[in-house]
């Protein structure tokens, strides 16, 4: 695995969001390989695991929002998600899309060289095995060069990732910006923060850096803004646009 001091020296100051999902539906392969067209390098995505255990990219415990099936993931198994496009509703350009499993976006990435954030979103009750399950799918086939950092508002499945594989990266996700930042990260052995645009301040930037911490924020889509965040000291920005901040930001 690569260390979390190669990680974060790799990591650029722009990364696509499930994807490059204002341009592709999220959490699919298609999303990626549009990540990858547009120039970004790193990219976040979401795993969940189905009731067969198997870790699959998608964002909601429930295929409603993105696909033409409904019911939660957990309750369905691997050959159930398959059957269900995942891209129409974004676009009759995307039809027949799928919800991947881990497996496949990873083999997506390493073909594309793209490096991830992998965002564990457990069904509530479920962090414990879903982080078993991933972490047992990364041992077994993560490519030891790509760069990985595995990222939770779920404080468990952080706890539980860095029992089982110590070696990757870990972010912790919030909204706000909570006051014990600085020990929930010591504790938790958790070397980025990721926090939501609308809570970030220019001097709580300035004590999460002097505290020697990686600092992401999402979700920015204006170029405008993503200039002040990285003007302050952001890290990275994680966008749905990211050919937007290509286009208008000095990288
Ligand atoms: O990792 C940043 C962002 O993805 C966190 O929120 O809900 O979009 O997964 P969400
Ligand atoms: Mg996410």
């Known amino acids: 695995m690569i260390t979390e001091e190669e990680f974060f020296s790799r990591m650029p100051k722009i990364i696509g969001h499930r994807g490059a999902c204002g341009l592709a539906p999220e959490n699919t392969l298609a999303s990626l390989r549009k990540a990858a067209e547009i120039g970004t390098s790193f990219v976040e995505i979401d795993v969940t695991v189905t009731q067969d255990s198997v870790a699959v990219i998608q964002h909601d415990n429930d295929v409603r929002r993105c696909s033409n099936g409904s019911g939660p993931i957990l309750l369905k198994t691997l050959e159930e998600i398959q059957q269900l496009d995942a891209g129409s509703w974004f676009s009759d350009e995307f039809k027949g899309e799928k919800i991947p499993t881990l497996r496949q976006a990873t083999d997506t990435l390493a073909d594309l060289g793209l490096g991830l954030n992998l965002e564990i979103k457990p069904c509530s009750g479920w962090q414990i095995p879903t982080t078993e399950q991933v972490a047992k799918e990364l041992l077994d086939y993560w490519p030891e060069d790509l760069p990985l950092l595995i990222s939770s508002f779920n404080v468990d499945a952080l706890y539980e990732m860095g029992r089982l594989i110590p070696d990757i990266p870990r972010g912790y996700l919030t909204s706000a910006i909570p006051p014990d930042w600085e020990e929930r990260l010591t504790d938790s052995g958790c070397a980025s923060l990721h926090c939501e645009r609308h809570y970030v301040t220019k001097d709580q930037v300035k004590a999460i850096k002097k505290a020697g911490f990686q600092l992401l924020v999402y979700t920015v889509n204006d170029p405008e803004e993503a200039e ?13 646009f990211p050919d937007r901040m290509f286009g208008a930001l000095e990288l």
Do not use: M, N, R, S
Request: glycine letters at 16%; aromatic letters at 16%; a negative charge.
């Open 228 to 240: 002040k965040f990285l003007g302050w000291g952001v890290d990275a920005v994680i966008t749905d």
